[in-house]
Protein backbone atom coordinates (compact mmCIF):
# COMPACT_ATOMS: atom_id res chain seq x y z
CA UNK A 1 0.00 0.00 0.00
CA UNK A 2 3.27 2.07 0.76
CA UNK A 3 4.91 1.93 -2.46
CA UNK A 4 1.12 2.09 -4.43
CA UNK A 5 0.77 5.61 -3.00
CA UNK A 6 4.13 6.07 -3.39
CA UNK A 7 3.49 5.74 -7.37
CA UNK A 8 0.95 8.03 -7.28
CA UNK A 9 2.68 10.59 -5.33
CA UNK A 10 5.24 10.87 -7.61
CA UNK A 11 2.99 11.68 -10.72
CA UNK A 12 1.40 14.01 -8.79
CA UNK A 13 4.19 16.26 -7.73
CA UNK A 14 5.66 15.91 -11.54
CA UNK A 15 1.76 16.76 -12.96
CA UNK A 16 0.79 18.85 -9.97
CA UNK A 17 1.21 22.36 -11.84
CA UNK A 18 -0.24 21.39 -15.41
CA UNK A 19 -3.42 18.99 -13.87
CA UNK A 20 -4.07 21.89 -11.23
CA UNK A 21 -3.63 19.14 -8.50
CA UNK A 22 -4.30 20.26 -4.90
CA UNK A 23 -3.86 16.91 -2.50
CA UNK A 24 -2.88 16.14 1.34
CA UNK A 25 -1.43 13.55 3.38
CA UNK A 26 -2.45 11.25 6.54
CA UNK A 27 -1.00 11.28 9.92
CA UNK A 28 0.73 7.98 8.54
CA UNK A 29 1.76 9.34 5.36
CA UNK A 30 -0.39 8.33 3.08
CA UNK A 31 -1.92 10.10 0.26
CA UNK A 32 -5.58 11.04 0.30
CA UNK A 33 -7.62 11.67 -2.77
CA UNK A 34 -10.65 12.35 -4.04
CA UNK A 35 -12.34 12.48 -7.15
CA UNK A 36 -11.38 15.17 -8.82
CA UNK A 37 -7.99 14.91 -7.90
CA UNK A 38 -8.32 11.63 -10.31
CA UNK A 39 -9.74 13.81 -12.99
CA UNK A 40 -7.55 16.07 -12.63
CA UNK A 41 -4.50 13.61 -12.95
CA UNK A 42 -7.02 11.82 -16.15
CA UNK A 43 -7.07 15.36 -17.94
CA UNK A 44 -3.10 14.71 -18.15
CA UNK A 45 -3.73 12.28 -20.37
CA UNK A 46 -5.61 14.39 -23.08
CA UNK A 47 -3.32 14.82 -26.11
CA UNK A 48 -2.11 18.35 -26.04
CA UNK A 49 -3.04 21.13 -29.20
CA UNK A 50 0.49 21.65 -30.06
CA UNK A 51 0.88 17.86 -31.23
CA UNK A 52 -2.60 16.97 -32.00
CA UNK A 53 -2.44 17.23 -35.63
CA UNK A 54 0.58 14.91 -35.26
CA UNK A 55 -1.01 12.33 -34.14
CA UNK A 56 -4.22 12.05 -36.18
CA UNK A 57 -1.66 12.35 -39.60
CA UNK A 58 -0.04 8.93 -37.52
CA UNK A 59 -3.39 7.44 -36.84
CA UNK A 60 -4.37 8.18 -40.55
CA UNK A 61 -0.62 6.64 -41.29
CA UNK A 62 -0.68 3.77 -39.46
CA UNK A 63 -4.22 2.74 -37.88
CA UNK A 64 -3.27 -0.55 -36.79
CA UNK A 65 -1.11 0.90 -34.01
CA UNK A 66 -3.49 1.95 -31.87
CA UNK A 67 -5.03 -1.14 -31.58
CA UNK A 68 -1.27 -2.91 -31.12
CA UNK A 69 -0.50 -0.54 -28.62
CA UNK A 70 -4.26 -1.03 -26.77
CA UNK A 71 -3.04 -4.90 -26.11
CA UNK A 72 -0.16 -3.77 -24.81
CA UNK A 73 -2.13 -1.05 -22.17
CA UNK A 74 -4.01 -4.04 -21.43
CA UNK A 75 -1.37 -6.51 -20.53
CA UNK A 76 0.39 -3.81 -18.40
CA UNK A 77 -3.08 -3.63 -15.89
CA UNK A 78 -3.33 -7.33 -16.12
CA UNK A 79 -6.25 -7.50 -18.55
CA UNK A 80 -6.26 -9.58 -21.73
CA UNK A 81 -8.44 -9.79 -24.70
CA UNK A 82 -9.77 -13.52 -22.95
CA UNK A 83 -10.69 -12.02 -19.85
CA UNK A 84 -12.67 -9.35 -22.13
CA UNK A 85 -14.52 -12.30 -23.20
CA UNK A 86 -16.20 -12.91 -19.96
CA UNK A 87 -17.74 -9.67 -20.79
CA UNK A 88 -20.51 -11.02 -22.94
CA UNK A 89 -20.33 -7.70 -24.69
CA UNK A 90 -22.79 -5.82 -27.17
CA UNK A 91 -20.88 -3.74 -29.76
CA UNK A 92 -22.28 -0.91 -31.61
CA UNK A 93 -21.04 1.70 -33.58
CA UNK A 94 -22.34 4.25 -36.65
CA UNK A 95 -22.35 7.90 -36.80
CA UNK A 96 -25.78 8.72 -35.34
CA UNK A 97 -28.16 6.63 -32.89
CA UNK A 98 -25.47 5.17 -31.21
CA UNK A 99 -25.70 6.43 -28.04
CA UNK A 100 -29.36 5.90 -27.71
CA UNK A 101 -29.53 2.48 -29.64
CA UNK A 102 -26.95 1.49 -26.41
CA UNK A 103 -29.37 3.11 -24.05
CA UNK A 104 -32.83 1.55 -25.29
CA UNK A 105 -30.75 -1.95 -25.26
CA UNK A 106 -29.16 -1.33 -21.83
CA UNK A 107 -32.46 -0.67 -20.28
CA UNK A 108 -34.45 -3.48 -22.11
CA UNK A 109 -31.88 -5.72 -20.93
CA UNK A 110 -31.83 -4.24 -17.00
CA UNK A 111 -35.42 -4.05 -16.82
CA UNK A 112 -35.28 -8.23 -17.56
CA UNK A 113 -32.95 -8.57 -14.26
CA UNK A 114 -29.14 -8.49 -15.65
CA UNK A 115 -26.15 -6.38 -14.18
CA UNK A 116 -25.69 -4.40 -16.46
CA UNK A 117 -22.46 -2.34 -17.81
CA UNK A 118 -22.88 0.62 -20.52
CA UNK A 119 -19.76 2.35 -21.60
CA UNK A 120 -20.66 5.67 -23.88
CA UNK A 121 -19.11 8.56 -24.57
CA UNK A 122 -18.92 11.91 -24.78
CA UNK A 123 -19.57 12.99 -21.10
CA UNK A 124 -22.15 15.33 -20.91
CA UNK A 125 -21.17 16.80 -16.83
CA UNK A 126 -19.16 14.57 -15.51
CA UNK A 127 -16.68 11.76 -16.59
CA UNK A 128 -17.93 9.07 -14.80
CA UNK A 129 -21.40 9.09 -16.56
CA UNK A 130 -19.23 7.31 -19.59
CA UNK A 131 -19.06 4.25 -17.49
CA UNK A 132 -22.18 2.96 -15.82
CA UNK A 133 -23.43 0.46 -13.78
CA UNK A 134 -26.86 -0.65 -14.14
CA UNK A 135 -27.95 2.78 -16.18
CA UNK A 136 -26.32 4.63 -13.53
CA UNK A 137 -22.55 6.29 -13.50
CA UNK A 138 -20.38 4.78 -10.94
CA UNK A 139 -20.06 6.34 -7.92
CA UNK A 140 -17.35 9.05 -7.21
CA UNK A 141 -15.65 6.43 -4.79
CA UNK A 142 -15.54 3.84 -6.97
CA UNK A 143 -14.66 5.69 -10.08
CA UNK A 144 -11.71 7.22 -7.79
CA UNK A 145 -10.66 3.50 -6.57
CA UNK A 146 -10.68 1.82 -9.91
CA UNK A 147 -8.94 4.92 -11.77
CA UNK A 148 -5.95 4.70 -9.50
CA UNK A 149 -5.94 0.93 -9.71
CA UNK A 150 -5.08 0.78 -13.25
CA UNK A 151 -3.45 4.31 -13.43
CA UNK A 152 -0.94 2.67 -10.61
CA UNK A 153 -0.21 -0.28 -13.06
CA UNK A 154 0.39 0.91 -15.67
CA UNK A 155 2.74 4.09 -14.34
CA UNK A 156 4.52 1.72 -12.56
CA UNK A 157 5.13 -0.24 -15.76
CA UNK A 158 6.79 2.36 -18.03
CA UNK A 159 9.76 2.04 -20.09
CA UNK A 160 12.77 3.75 -20.32
CA UNK A 161 12.02 4.65 -23.92
CA UNK A 162 8.95 6.49 -23.38
CA UNK A 163 6.30 4.03 -23.85
CA UNK A 164 4.11 4.96 -21.06
CA UNK A 165 0.34 5.87 -20.84
CA UNK A 166 -2.57 5.79 -23.20
CA UNK A 167 -4.57 8.73 -24.51
CA UNK A 168 -7.42 9.96 -22.62
CA UNK A 169 -10.02 7.59 -24.45
CA UNK A 170 -7.99 4.49 -24.51
CA UNK A 171 -7.55 4.57 -20.96
CA UNK A 172 -11.16 5.22 -19.84
CA UNK A 173 -12.05 2.16 -22.24
CA UNK A 174 -9.09 0.43 -20.24
CA UNK A 175 -11.36 1.44 -17.07
CA UNK A 176 -14.28 0.52 -18.07
CA UNK A 177 -13.56 -2.94 -18.95
CA UNK A 178 -11.69 -2.67 -15.49
CA UNK A 179 -14.75 -1.61 -13.40
CA UNK A 180 -17.31 -4.11 -15.47
CA UNK A 181 -15.27 -7.43 -14.35
CA UNK A 182 -14.55 -6.14 -10.96
CA UNK A 183 -18.30 -5.46 -10.51
CA UNK A 184 -19.21 -8.81 -12.41
CA UNK A 185 -21.66 -7.57 -14.22
CA UNK A 186 -23.87 -9.49 -16.56
CA UNK A 187 -23.45 -8.44 -19.65
CA UNK A 188 -21.76 -4.93 -21.34
CA UNK A 189 -22.68 -2.68 -23.49
CA UNK A 190 -19.85 -0.89 -25.25
CA UNK A 191 -20.34 2.26 -27.62
CA UNK A 192 -17.44 2.96 -30.11
CA UNK A 193 -15.55 5.88 -30.24
CA UNK A 194 -14.65 6.60 -33.64
CA UNK A 195 -15.17 4.28 -36.09
CA UNK A 196 -15.07 1.23 -35.55
CA UNK A 197 -11.69 -0.67 -36.91
CA UNK A 198 -9.21 0.89 -34.87
CA UNK A 199 -11.20 2.12 -32.65
CA UNK A 200 -9.53 1.07 -29.64
CA UNK A 201 -12.90 -0.52 -28.43
CA UNK A 202 -12.26 -2.39 -31.10
CA UNK A 203 -10.41 -4.88 -29.12
CA UNK A 204 -13.08 -6.46 -27.89
CA UNK A 205 -12.78 -10.47 -30.03
CA UNK A 206 -15.71 -11.73 -29.23
CA UNK A 207 -19.50 -9.44 -28.77
CA UNK A 208 -22.18 -11.72 -28.67
CA UNK A 209 -23.72 -9.22 -30.89
CA UNK A 210 -23.08 -6.21 -32.99
CA UNK A 211 -24.93 -3.13 -33.94
CA UNK A 212 -24.82 -0.73 -36.52
CA UNK A 213 -27.05 3.00 -36.38
CA UNK A 214 -27.23 5.46 -39.30
CA UNK A 215 -24.26 6.06 -40.80
CA UNK A 216 -23.04 9.59 -42.69
CA UNK A 217 -20.49 11.99 -42.69
CA UNK A 218 -17.93 12.69 -39.48
CA UNK A 219 -14.50 12.52 -38.59
CA UNK A 220 -13.35 12.67 -42.27
CA UNK A 221 -9.72 13.26 -41.18
CA UNK A 222 -9.27 9.85 -39.51
CA UNK A 223 -12.21 7.82 -41.44
CA UNK A 224 -12.45 8.71 -44.97
CA UNK A 225 -13.97 11.46 -46.96
CA UNK A 226 -16.82 9.21 -48.39
CA UNK A 227 -19.36 7.21 -47.30
CA UNK A 228 -18.26 3.97 -48.52
CA UNK A 229 -14.68 4.75 -46.57
CA UNK A 230 -16.86 5.86 -43.23
CA UNK A 231 -18.96 2.53 -43.85
CA UNK A 232 -15.62 0.08 -44.08
CA UNK A 233 -14.32 1.92 -41.18
CA UNK A 234 -17.44 0.88 -39.45
CA UNK A 235 -18.22 -2.43 -40.22
CA UNK A 236 -14.36 -3.22 -38.68
CA UNK A 237 -16.23 -4.22 -36.04
CA UNK A 238 -17.60 -7.09 -37.28
CA UNK A 239 -16.45 -10.53 -36.49
CA UNK A 240 -16.29 -14.11 -37.85
CA UNK A 241 -19.54 -15.76 -37.14
CA UNK A 242 -21.33 -13.05 -34.80
CA UNK A 243 -24.27 -12.06 -35.88
CA UNK A 244 -24.68 -7.83 -37.61
CA UNK A 245 -27.51 -5.98 -37.01
CA UNK A 246 -27.92 -2.53 -38.65
CA UNK A 247 -30.92 -0.06 -39.19
CA UNK A 248 -31.98 0.86 -43.13
CA UNK A 249 -28.74 2.50 -44.84
CA UNK A 250 -28.27 4.18 -48.19
CA UNK A 251 -27.01 2.08 -51.06
CA UNK A 252 -23.54 3.14 -51.19
CA UNK A 253 -22.80 1.97 -47.42
CA UNK A 254 -25.05 -0.65 -47.77
CA UNK A 255 -23.11 -2.38 -50.77
CA UNK A 256 -19.96 -2.06 -48.22
CA UNK A 257 -21.19 -3.59 -45.11
CA UNK A 258 -22.59 -6.50 -47.47
CA UNK A 259 -19.37 -7.04 -48.68
CA UNK A 260 -17.27 -6.93 -45.29
CA UNK A 261 -20.09 -9.28 -43.61
CA UNK A 262 -19.43 -11.60 -46.47
CA UNK A 263 -15.09 -11.36 -46.02
CA UNK A 264 -15.76 -11.72 -42.56
CA UNK A 265 -18.27 -14.02 -42.98
CA UNK A 266 -21.14 -12.32 -40.47
CA UNK A 267 -24.21 -12.79 -40.43
CA UNK A 268 -25.73 -9.45 -41.67
CA UNK A 269 -29.97 -8.51 -41.24
CA UNK A 270 -31.38 -5.20 -41.58
CA UNK A 271 -33.93 -4.38 -39.03
CA UNK A 272 -37.66 -3.27 -39.60
CA UNK A 273 -39.35 -0.54 -39.54
CA UNK A 274 -40.84 0.29 -36.01
CA UNK A 275 -44.28 -0.12 -37.02
CA UNK A 276 -44.07 -3.70 -38.07
CA UNK A 277 -43.38 -4.76 -34.33
CA UNK A 278 -46.19 -2.17 -33.79
CA UNK A 279 -49.05 -4.40 -35.53
CA UNK A 280 -48.77 -6.98 -32.96
CA UNK A 281 -48.05 -4.89 -29.67
CA UNK A 282 -49.63 -1.72 -30.23
CA UNK A 283 -48.48 1.47 -30.10
CA UNK A 284 -44.76 1.61 -28.67
CA UNK A 285 -44.49 4.69 -26.50
CA UNK A 286 -40.19 5.80 -26.73
CA UNK A 287 -38.46 7.51 -23.93
CA UNK A 288 -36.72 9.64 -26.59
CA UNK A 289 -38.18 12.40 -28.49
CA UNK A 290 -37.93 12.50 -32.58
CA UNK A 291 -38.91 10.44 -35.63
CA UNK A 292 -35.09 9.30 -35.63
CA UNK A 293 -35.67 7.61 -32.22
CA UNK A 294 -38.06 4.62 -34.11
CA UNK A 295 -34.81 3.05 -35.90
CA UNK A 296 -32.60 3.34 -33.50
CA UNK A 297 -35.61 1.66 -31.13
CA UNK A 298 -35.80 -1.08 -33.52
CA UNK A 299 -32.52 -1.87 -33.63
CA UNK A 300 -32.05 -1.94 -30.12
CA UNK A 301 -34.94 -4.86 -30.01
CA UNK A 302 -32.74 -7.05 -32.09
CA UNK A 303 -29.54 -6.60 -30.39
CA UNK A 304 -31.69 -7.22 -27.17
CA UNK A 305 -33.10 -10.03 -29.01
CA UNK A 306 -29.99 -11.98 -29.92
CA UNK A 307 -28.32 -11.38 -26.34
CA UNK A 308 -31.32 -13.04 -24.68
CA UNK A 309 -31.15 -15.80 -27.34
CA UNK A 310 -27.48 -17.03 -26.28
CA UNK A 311 -28.60 -16.65 -22.79
CA UNK A 312 -31.65 -18.49 -22.89
CA UNK A 313 -31.26 -21.13 -25.94
CA UNK A 314 -34.75 -22.03 -25.65
CA UNK A 315 -37.49 -18.88 -25.25
CA UNK A 316 -40.83 -19.41 -27.58
CA UNK A 317 -41.42 -15.90 -27.53
CA UNK A 318 -38.04 -14.39 -29.12
CA UNK A 319 -37.44 -17.08 -31.45
CA UNK A 320 -34.64 -16.97 -33.71
CA UNK A 321 -34.50 -15.02 -37.16
CA UNK A 322 -33.99 -17.80 -40.07
CA UNK A 323 -30.93 -16.64 -41.50
CA UNK A 324 -30.95 -16.77 -45.34
CA UNK A 325 -28.83 -17.12 -47.96
CA UNK A 326 -28.29 -13.85 -49.37
CA UNK A 327 -25.97 -11.18 -48.35
CA UNK A 328 -28.44 -9.35 -46.44
CA UNK A 329 -31.30 -10.80 -45.01
CA UNK A 330 -33.77 -9.20 -43.55
CA UNK A 331 -34.87 -9.34 -39.95
CA UNK A 332 -38.10 -10.66 -38.87
CA UNK A 333 -40.59 -7.91 -36.54
CA UNK A 334 -41.56 -9.61 -33.26
CA UNK A 335 -44.12 -8.86 -30.72
CA UNK A 336 -42.41 -7.60 -28.09
CA UNK A 337 -42.39 -8.85 -24.31
CA UNK A 338 -44.29 -6.16 -22.18
CA UNK A 339 -40.53 -5.99 -20.62
CA UNK A 340 -38.93 -4.59 -23.68
CA UNK A 341 -42.42 -2.18 -24.22
CA UNK A 342 -41.47 -1.03 -20.50
CA UNK A 343 -37.85 -0.51 -21.33
CA UNK A 344 -38.06 1.42 -25.17
CA UNK A 345 -40.99 3.86 -22.96
CA UNK A 346 -38.63 4.51 -20.22
CA UNK A 347 -35.03 4.87 -21.52
CA UNK A 348 -33.47 8.15 -20.48
CA UNK A 349 -30.87 9.58 -22.25
CA UNK A 350 -29.65 12.93 -21.48
CA UNK A 351 -28.82 15.77 -24.34
CA UNK A 352 -30.42 14.12 -27.36
CA UNK A 353 -33.78 15.63 -28.29
CA UNK A 354 -34.45 16.80 -24.29
CA UNK A 355 -36.74 18.80 -23.25
CA UNK A 356 -36.81 21.10 -20.08
CA UNK A 357 -39.51 23.19 -18.82
CA UNK A 358 -38.41 25.98 -16.22
CA UNK A 359 -41.28 28.69 -15.86
CA UNK A 360 -41.46 30.84 -18.59
CA UNK A 361 -38.33 29.30 -20.27
CA UNK A 362 -37.76 26.01 -22.14
CA UNK A 363 -34.79 24.47 -23.08
CA UNK A 364 -34.41 21.98 -26.24
CA UNK A 365 -31.50 19.97 -26.10
CA UNK A 366 -29.80 17.96 -28.39
CA UNK A 367 -26.43 17.13 -29.42
CA UNK A 368 -26.74 17.00 -33.26
CA UNK A 369 -23.25 17.55 -34.71
CA UNK A 370 -23.54 16.22 -38.50
CA UNK A 371 -25.44 17.60 -40.78
CA UNK A 372 -27.81 14.39 -40.80
CA UNK A 373 -28.18 14.83 -36.69
CA UNK A 374 -29.31 18.40 -37.62
CA UNK A 375 -31.96 17.78 -40.20
CA UNK A 376 -33.46 15.54 -37.48
CA UNK A 377 -32.89 17.92 -34.69
CA UNK A 378 -34.48 20.98 -36.52
CA UNK A 379 -37.72 18.25 -37.68
CA UNK A 380 -37.96 17.20 -33.76
CA UNK A 381 -37.69 21.04 -32.83
CA UNK A 382 -39.92 22.37 -35.37
CA UNK A 383 -42.91 20.05 -34.44
CA UNK A 384 -41.97 20.64 -30.73
CA UNK A 385 -42.27 24.06 -30.85
CA UNK A 386 -45.26 24.38 -33.22
CA UNK A 387 -47.40 22.53 -30.26
CA UNK A 388 -45.63 24.69 -27.63
CA UNK A 389 -46.64 27.51 -29.67
CA UNK A 390 -49.74 27.02 -29.84
CA UNK A 391 -51.30 26.57 -26.55
CA UNK A 392 -49.45 30.74 -25.27
CA UNK A 393 -50.87 33.39 -25.30
CA UNK A 394 -48.45 36.28 -25.93
CA UNK A 395 -45.57 36.63 -27.60
CA UNK A 396 -42.85 33.65 -27.84
CA UNK A 397 -39.06 34.29 -28.65
CA UNK A 398 -37.30 31.37 -30.35
CA UNK A 399 -33.16 31.75 -29.04
CA UNK A 400 -30.43 29.39 -30.79
CA UNK A 401 -27.81 28.80 -28.88
CA UNK A 402 -24.99 27.15 -30.90
CA UNK A 403 -21.40 26.04 -30.82
CA UNK A 404 -19.75 22.78 -33.22
CA UNK A 405 -16.25 21.61 -32.90
CA UNK A 406 -13.55 19.58 -34.27
CA UNK A 407 -13.70 19.94 -38.03
CA UNK A 408 -17.76 20.01 -38.59
CA UNK A 409 -18.93 22.13 -41.09
CA UNK A 410 -20.68 24.69 -39.24
CA UNK A 411 -22.04 26.53 -42.09
CA UNK A 412 -24.03 23.65 -43.23
CA UNK A 413 -25.65 22.94 -40.20
CA UNK A 414 -26.62 26.38 -39.75
CA UNK A 415 -27.98 26.45 -43.02
CA UNK A 416 -30.52 23.71 -41.96
CA UNK A 417 -31.40 25.95 -38.62
CA UNK A 418 -32.31 29.26 -40.19
CA UNK A 419 -35.50 27.83 -41.41
CA UNK A 420 -36.23 27.77 -37.56
CA UNK A 421 -36.96 31.69 -37.76
CA UNK A 422 -34.70 32.33 -34.83
CA UNK A 423 -35.09 35.94 -32.89
CA UNK A 424 -31.55 35.44 -31.24
CA UNK A 425 -28.55 33.53 -32.24
CA UNK A 426 -26.23 33.40 -29.86
CA UNK A 427 -22.77 31.66 -30.02
CA UNK A 428 -19.82 30.73 -27.12
CA UNK A 429 -17.45 28.39 -26.88
CA UNK A 430 -17.60 25.17 -25.12
CA UNK A 431 -16.28 26.76 -21.90
CA UNK A 432 -18.94 26.58 -18.84
CA UNK A 433 -17.69 29.53 -17.08
CA UNK A 434 -14.71 31.84 -17.30
CA UNK A 435 -13.08 30.33 -14.22
CA UNK A 436 -12.55 27.02 -14.46
CA UNK A 437 -11.32 26.16 -11.56
CA UNK A 438 -13.32 23.06 -9.69
CA UNK A 439 -14.90 21.89 -13.24
CA UNK A 440 -12.09 19.12 -13.88
CA UNK A 441 -14.74 17.24 -15.67
CA UNK A 442 -14.63 19.61 -18.23
CA UNK A 443 -11.77 20.30 -18.80
CA UNK A 444 -10.46 20.13 -22.55
CA UNK A 445 -6.94 20.76 -23.43
CA UNK A 446 -7.37 19.65 -27.23
CA UNK A 447 -8.09 23.05 -28.39
CA UNK A 448 -7.24 26.36 -27.13
CA UNK A 449 -9.81 29.08 -26.06
CA UNK A 450 -8.93 31.14 -29.24
CA UNK A 451 -9.34 28.91 -31.47
CA UNK A 452 -12.75 28.30 -29.59
CA UNK A 453 -13.33 32.01 -30.05
CA UNK A 454 -12.23 32.59 -33.15
CA UNK A 455 -14.55 29.67 -34.41
CA UNK A 456 -17.86 31.27 -32.17
CA UNK A 457 -17.20 34.43 -34.38
CA UNK A 458 -17.31 32.88 -37.63
CA UNK A 459 -20.45 31.07 -36.80
CA UNK A 460 -21.65 34.47 -36.24
CA UNK A 461 -20.82 35.58 -39.51
CA UNK A 462 -21.97 32.29 -41.30
CA UNK A 463 -25.51 33.26 -39.22
CA UNK A 464 -25.68 37.06 -40.29
CA UNK A 465 -24.78 36.06 -43.96
CA UNK A 466 -27.76 33.46 -43.80
CA UNK A 467 -30.31 36.15 -42.19
CA UNK A 468 -29.13 39.09 -43.96
CA UNK A 469 -28.48 40.32 -40.47
CA UNK A 470 -24.68 42.27 -41.65
CA UNK A 471 -24.35 45.15 -40.31
CA UNK A 472 -22.50 48.56 -42.16
CA UNK A 473 -18.93 49.16 -41.40
CA UNK A 474 -17.91 50.81 -37.88
CA UNK A 475 -20.51 48.87 -35.73
CA UNK A 476 -17.97 46.95 -33.62
CA UNK A 477 -17.56 46.66 -29.97
CA UNK A 478 -15.89 44.41 -27.44
CA UNK A 479 -16.55 41.30 -26.74
CA UNK A 480 -19.66 41.41 -24.40
CA UNK A 481 -18.15 40.63 -21.00
CA UNK A 482 -15.67 43.06 -20.57
CA UNK A 483 -11.92 42.53 -19.70
CA UNK A 484 -12.39 38.80 -19.22
CA UNK A 485 -10.82 37.91 -23.01
CA UNK A 486 -8.64 39.66 -24.91
CA UNK A 487 -10.95 39.69 -28.30
CA UNK A 488 -12.91 41.50 -30.24
CA UNK A 489 -16.54 40.48 -31.47
CA UNK A 490 -19.05 42.40 -34.12
CA UNK A 491 -22.33 42.53 -32.56
CA UNK A 492 -25.12 42.88 -34.83
CA UNK A 493 -28.62 42.52 -34.67
CA UNK A 494 -30.17 39.29 -33.13
CA UNK A 495 -26.45 37.71 -33.17
CA UNK A 496 -24.22 37.67 -29.74
CA UNK A 497 -20.98 36.20 -28.81
CA UNK A 498 -20.43 35.59 -25.05
CA UNK A 499 -17.39 34.21 -23.82
CA UNK A 500 -18.28 31.01 -21.78
CA UNK A 501 -21.78 29.02 -21.55
CA UNK A 502 -23.10 30.25 -18.32
CA UNK A 503 -22.80 33.92 -19.43
CA UNK A 504 -24.96 32.74 -22.91
CA UNK A 505 -27.71 31.04 -20.47
CA UNK A 506 -27.43 34.02 -17.77
CA UNK A 507 -28.14 36.71 -20.71
CA UNK A 508 -31.13 34.56 -22.22
CA UNK A 509 -32.92 33.81 -19.64
CA UNK A 510 -32.80 37.45 -17.91
CA UNK A 511 -33.48 35.86 -14.71
CA UNK A 512 -36.61 34.13 -15.39
CA UNK A 513 -35.22 31.06 -15.02
CA UNK A 514 -35.30 29.76 -11.37
CA UNK A 515 -33.03 26.89 -11.09
CA UNK A 516 -30.13 29.06 -13.60
CA UNK A 517 -31.03 31.53 -11.06
CA UNK A 518 -29.58 29.12 -8.18
CA UNK A 519 -26.66 28.45 -9.89
CA UNK A 520 -24.28 30.47 -7.55
CA UNK A 521 -22.07 31.73 -10.10
CA UNK A 522 -22.87 35.63 -10.23
CA UNK A 523 -24.21 36.96 -13.13
CA UNK A 524 -21.29 38.30 -15.62
CA UNK A 525 -21.63 42.05 -16.48
CA UNK A 526 -22.55 43.60 -20.42
CA UNK A 527 -22.65 46.60 -21.96
CA UNK A 528 -25.88 48.42 -21.30
CA UNK A 529 -26.48 48.08 -25.45
CA UNK A 530 -26.75 44.38 -24.91
CA UNK A 531 -28.98 44.27 -22.16
CA UNK A 532 -31.27 46.72 -24.30
CA UNK A 533 -31.27 43.98 -26.96
CA UNK A 534 -32.66 41.81 -24.14
CA UNK A 535 -35.85 43.44 -23.91
CA UNK A 536 -37.85 41.45 -25.93
CA UNK A 537 -36.55 38.51 -23.58
CA UNK A 538 -37.83 40.35 -20.68
CA UNK A 539 -41.52 40.70 -22.09
CA UNK A 540 -42.36 37.34 -23.79
CA UNK A 541 -45.06 35.25 -22.32
CA UNK A 542 -42.50 32.35 -23.61
CA UNK A 543 -38.82 31.88 -24.33
CA UNK A 544 -37.75 28.78 -26.54
CA UNK A 545 -34.18 27.97 -26.13
CA UNK A 546 -32.44 25.23 -28.99
CA UNK A 547 -28.81 24.34 -27.96
CA UNK A 548 -27.40 22.44 -30.11
CA UNK A 549 -24.39 21.89 -32.25
CA UNK A 550 -22.34 20.05 -30.31
CA UNK A 551 -23.01 17.37 -27.06
CA UNK A 552 -19.86 19.32 -25.29
CA UNK A 553 -22.16 22.32 -25.44
CA UNK A 554 -24.91 20.66 -24.43
CA UNK A 555 -23.14 19.12 -21.31
CA UNK A 556 -22.44 22.30 -20.55
CA UNK A 557 -25.58 23.79 -20.52
CA UNK A 558 -27.03 20.97 -18.68
CA UNK A 559 -24.54 21.35 -15.55
CA UNK A 560 -26.58 24.45 -14.72
CA UNK A 561 -29.75 23.53 -15.86
CA UNK A 562 -30.37 20.23 -14.09
CA UNK A 563 -28.31 20.26 -10.95
CA UNK A 564 -29.31 16.91 -10.39
CA UNK A 565 -26.57 15.38 -13.50
CA UNK A 566 -23.35 17.37 -10.87
CA UNK A 567 -23.99 15.57 -7.60
Known amino acids: MVRYSLVILSFLLHTKDQAGLHFSTSSTGLLIMDYEEAVCALNTLQTNVSVLDQVRRERSDQPELQLQAMRGFLHRTGLTVDKLDLLNIIHVTGTKGKGSTCAFTERILRDYGFRTGFYSSPHLVQVRERIRINGQPISKELFTKYFWEVFAQLDDTKDSHGVSMPAYFSFLTILAFHVFLQERVDLAVIEVGIGGAYDCTNIIRKPWVCGISSLGIDH ?5 DTIEEIAWQKAGIFKPGVPVFTVKQPDRPMTVLQGRAKEIRCPLWVCPDLEQYESGAGHLSLGLAGQQQRCNASLALQLSKTWLQRYRQSDDQLAAPVVETRLVSQATAFKPSPIMVKGLEATEWPGRTQTLRHGPVTYYLDGAHTTGS ?3 CVHWFSQEIQQEESSNRGPVIRVLLFNTTGERDSAAMLKLLEPCQFDFAVFCPNITETITENNADQQNFNVSVENMLTRCLDNQISWQSLSG ?9 ELLIKDRLPLLAKTRTNTLVFPCILSALQWISQGRDTVLATAGSPYLPVQPSVMAKAEPLRKAAQVSVLVTGSLHLVGG ?9 AS
Do not use: H, R, V
Not at 220 to 224: D, K, R
Not at 469 to 477: A, F, I, N, R
Open 220 to 224: TSILG
Open 374 to 376: MQA
Open 469 to 477: TETKQGSES
Open 557 to 565: ALKYLDPSL
